[in-house]
């Protein structure tokens, strides 16, 4: 995955969130729950790392703003 920027963290409410997951459906379902909450910019898919178990995925959220906004 690329670096956490600047951009990513710029000011108070915005956060960066990186789900760890044996699998794909559990990874994506933490993202749906997030965003159920805050307005989230979610992650079309997971990544895997050679040699590590599992996925991850980032996503980033928005905890000022209500998911329909």
């Not at 710029?10 to 993202?31: F, H, N, R």
């Not at 909450?37 to 980032?58: F, I, K, N, Q």
């Amino acid at each position: 995955m690329e670096p956490i920027n600047v951009t990513h963290l710029s000011e108070p409410g915005l956060a960066v969130v990186e789900v760890a997951a044996a699998d794909d459906q559990t990874a994506l379902a933490v993202q749906e729950l997030l965003a159920g909450r805050w307005a989230t910019a979610p992650a079309d898919s997971t990544t895997r790392v050679p040699g590590e178990p599992g996925v991850r995925l980032r996503c980033y959220l928005d905890v000022r703003q209500q998911p329909d906004a």
